[in-house]
């Protein structure tokens, strides 16, 4: 039986993506691992690859074509024997499986006797999440009496393929009344409420007014909802200090005079990082994240760098940055950096963390507040650097350059106190270099 080809999640947080470019036409053959399209994801343009064998009988979806939605059939598969003829029911038995689905659950009617489903349509885990599996291996399993749920695939993300489920030994599906015994209690899922006016009430506002409309893209789209969600679920609170950059400056400026032979230049940001590294070690229960019913603390220091990139915003994560030397930090984030600007980065280099630093000093601004990146605990707000008229400790004024920063905290995850004594080793870090060093 003809196999629809499903628009990929490439990302945990992926929704939908444009499907940018065919790699593959009507009448190829494709084998396990072969190339199928470029699809362009909020974040980055990504390959995606063939799970099963068999001859591309007709592709639904055109290149170019944006919001395609997850799981949506963008092609169809023919397996050995068939033909284009065979391609009709195909997607709409796919259809009516999917519609079946929802009425199901709402009156819950038994069975008729001998009734047969051929695809079951988006299976669910025992935790209620959406099981990913080809068609095929959705018949298989139902043929056989499997439990998708206790099946690991092996194909792209996760999901389960044909060999995955033929490899699998009989066992009986999950008994509806367990289902229903673990669903007791959970939360029903609901979609965000909008907030603010519609496109249309906005746009009547400006009637007769000249305005030339910006359609969004996948990143400002994910932006958007993202820092929504941050503001709307997030309790920030904002820590404040200013941090002296004297014998920071001259400790780079003497490095970088020993560095230039190989061709190492560090930035005030390098340091930054490095500092924040460290102090996450310092004080080890804020250098966690926000599970949703439990916090994650985390033994790395992974920390996340916002990176502004035309239309949007990346934050590449250097991985153990507490372990590595301040050339190794500098080198790695260049590379980041510019793979960021020229959208190549993968999901695993641009995800996670538990910490963010976003400097926005290079542009002039002096302090500000910014927003955390869930599920990070915190984020270093960093201004530039300037010279200011500071009072000694002998009471004696004098001049320094002073740099403001804001740390911007979950209270779930970090406590006041707690927040206090990591911006703290951030500021003696910064303000005696030469221990970061050691």
Known sequence: MPTEILMPALSPTMEEGTLAKWLVKEGDTVSSGDLLAEIETDKATMEFEAVDEGTIGKILVEEGTEGVKVNTAIAVLLE????????????????????????????????????VTEAPAAPKGKDGERIFASPLARRIAADKGLDLSQIDGSGPHGRIVKADVEGASAAPAKQPQAAEADAVGAPAATEPAKVGQSASAVAKMYEGREYQEVKLDGMRKTIAARLTEAKQTVPHFYLRRDIRLDALLKFRSDLNKQLEPRGVKLSVNDFIIKACALALQSVPTTNAVWAGDRVLQLKPSDVAVAVAIEGGLFTPVLKDADTKSLSALSAEMKDLAARARDRKLAPHEYQGGSFAVSNLGMFGIDNFDAVINPPHGAILAVGAGVKKPVVGKDGELSVATVMSVTLSVDHRVIDGAMGAELLQHIVENLENPMVMLA
């Open 80 to 115: 050995e024997g068939e033909s284009a003829d065979d391609i009709g029911s195909a997607p709409e038995s796919e259809k009516k499986a999917e519609k079946a689905e929802a009425p199901e659950k709402e009156a819950q009617p038994e069975p008729a006797s001998g009734t």
